[in-house]
T-cell receptor, first 114, second 112 residues
Framework: KAGVTQTPRYLIKTRGQQVTLSCSPI?????VSWYQQTPGQGLQFLFE???????NKGNFPGRFSGRQFSNSRSEMNVSTLELGDSALYLC?????????????FGPGTRLLVL | QQPVQSPQAVILREGEDAVINCSSS?????VHWYRQKHGEAPVFLMI?????EQKGHEKISASFNEKKQQSSLYLTASQLSYSGTYFC?????????????FGKGTRLSVIA
């Protein structure tokens, strides 16, 4: 079974631009979560989608948004990029949502904002 | 509420044991453990649930002390492949409406 895939793997943007990242979950998984990882803050939860509905949202500004499609693929968008948005963005998928579900992480998209 | 992991970093020689702790100031329902190698995605190790038993996989095991709101990851007879950053992720309820909150990680280096 193919793992979680994320595209693009690397991205360089300048301040003020916007970016869209894509995540394809493991086949059959309906939950997709997004995380931002930085050396200073570690792994921080962005949001979770389950069956096209946002179930949870982390403490990030409205510039960060996401969506999930009927095939469970998910995108996240960051508008008006800031230098502090430079990070590794990870998505993780699971079959269901809930405490007993193992999350499988993708390789991440490394975003550099100049 | 972000859980606190300790130690922040540890260096071991092959064959030595290590314990990584994950503590929360709030009641926990579940603790998830992951290992991340440099430049790679986090990889699931195990989940511990409130009221559940200690889990183990080969020489890596973990416990969950509900009263202390703490989980510990035990690595015995460490191998070079154990090197990486270990993260705990915690959930405060079983409602499915609370996301995982991760600690800042413990960097483990195993040397020959």
């Amino acid at each position: 079974k193919a793992g979680v895939t994320q595209t693009p793997r690397y991205l360089i943007k300048t301040r003020g631009q916007q970016v869209t990242l894509s995540c394809s979950p493991i086949s059959g998984h309906r939950s997709v979560s997004w995380y931002q990882q930085t050396p200073g803050q570690g792994l921080q939860f962005l949001f979770e989608y389950f069956s096209e509905t946002q179930r949870n949202k982390g403490n990030f500004p409205g510039r960060f948004s996401g969506r999930q499609f009927s095939n469970s693929r998910s995108e996240m968008n960051v508008s008006t990029l800031e230098l502090g948005d430079s990070a590794l963005y990870l998505c993780a998928s699971s079959f269901l949502t809930g405490v007993q579900e193992t999350q499988y992480f993708g390789p991440g998209t490394r975003l550099l904002v100049l | 509420q972000q859980p606190v992991q300790s130690p922040q970093a540890v260096i071991l020689r092959e064959g030595e044991d290590a314990v990584i702790n994950c503590s929360s100031s709030k009641a926990l329902y579940s603790v998830h453990w992951y290992r991340q190698k440099h430049g790679e995605a986090p990889v699931f190790l195990m989940i511990l649930l409130k009221g559940g038993e200690q889990k183990g996989h080969e020489k890596i095991s973990a416990s969950f002390n509900e009263k202390k709101q703490q989980s510990s990851l035990y690595l015995t007879a460490s191998q070079l492949s154990y090197s990486g950053t270990y993260f705990c992720g915690t959930e405060g309820s079983n409602s499915g409406n609370t996301p995982l909150v991760f600690g800042k990680g413990t960097r483990l280096s195993v040397i020959a």
